[in-house]
Structures are given as structure tokens and as C-alpha cells.
């Protein structure tokens, strides 16, 4: 890989390591900071070093992560898996309504207080 392609929000894999490296924040012009999973499980590795030359990162990795490799490493951050569980047609409350719904709820100021 080619260090101008390392870019912050991507992820990339080393396949002979079974690792995928997320690129998470660039320090400077030279360097970024990653999150490191395995490719199989999708589990976070602490690693004692999150950041390294972008050179040294491209040098590392073999390929760009797939889509169903990131899904795996952030699985609720999956569109569909959202949509599953919150559809967009589903209309919620309004907040002109939820404000009148409080209002009409007792409270510890609408209760007597006792001597």
C-alpha cells in the first residue's frame, strides 16, 4: 500500500497477522493513531503502541479492511442493524406531546406535605 492512502476512518488488515488496524486520528502530516482488533473475532487487542508513521502502517498492511470485516470490528455501528431496531417509519413522540404528558403527571409539588 502506498502511505498517501492511509486516511483516519479506515481500516486495514495484515492477513498473515489475523489483525485489522483502524485508523482513528492523525497526530500530524506523518503519523496516525489506531485501534487494533482481530480479524476474526472482531475483539479490541490493547497494544502498547497506537501510533506509527503512516509509512509504516502501509508498509504493514496487505489491504484495505472489507465492509463485512469493519461490521465485525463495530457490529452496532452497522446502518441496517440500527434500522432493524429503530425503523425509520416508525414515528416517535413528539415533544409538544411528551411536554403535555409531564404536565399532567403528579409530582412531589402536587402531593400534601405531611407534619
Known amino acids: 500500500m502506498q502511505k498517501e492512502q492511509i486516511v483516519v476512518?479506515?481500516?486495514?488488515?495484515?492477513?498473515?497477522?489475523?489483525?485489522?488496524?483502524e485508523v482513528v486520528e492523525e497526530v500530524d502530516g506523518r503519523r496516525v493513531?489506531?485501534?487494533?482488533?482481530d480479524?476474526?473475532?472482531g475483539k479490541l487487542?490493547?497494544?502498547?503502541?497506537?501510533?506509527?508513521?503512516?509509512?509504516?502502517?502501509?508498509?504493514?498492511?496487505?489491504?484495505e479492511a472489507s465492509v463485512p470485516e469493519?461490521?465485525?470490528v463495530h457490529p452496532y455501528e452497522s446502518g441496517a442493524g440500527f434500522n432493524l431496531l429503530f425503523p425509520p417509519e416508525q414515528a416517535?413522540?413528539?415533544?409538544?406531546?411528551?411536554?403535555?404528558?409531564m404536565d399532567?403527571?403528579?409530582?412531589?409539588?402536587?402531593?400534601?406535605?405531611?407534619?
Open 39 to 41: 480479524l476474526a473475532t
Open 92 to 101: 416517535g413522540t413528539s415533544l409538544e406531546h411528551a411536554k403535555a404528558t
Open 45 to 63: 487487542i490493547p497494544t502498547r503502541h497506537k501510533v506509527w508513521n503512516k509509512a509504516q502502517l502501509a508498509r504493514w498492511a496487505d489491504r
Open 33 to 37: 493513531k489506531f485501534n487494533t482488533f
Open 70 to 72: 469493519t461490521t465485525r
Open 9 to 21: 476512518g479506515k481500516s486495514y488488515v495484515n492477513e498473515h497477522a489475523c489483525i485489522v488496524r
Open 104 to 115: 399532567k403527571m403528579p409530582g412531589h409539588h402536587t402531593f400534601p406535605v405531611g407534619k
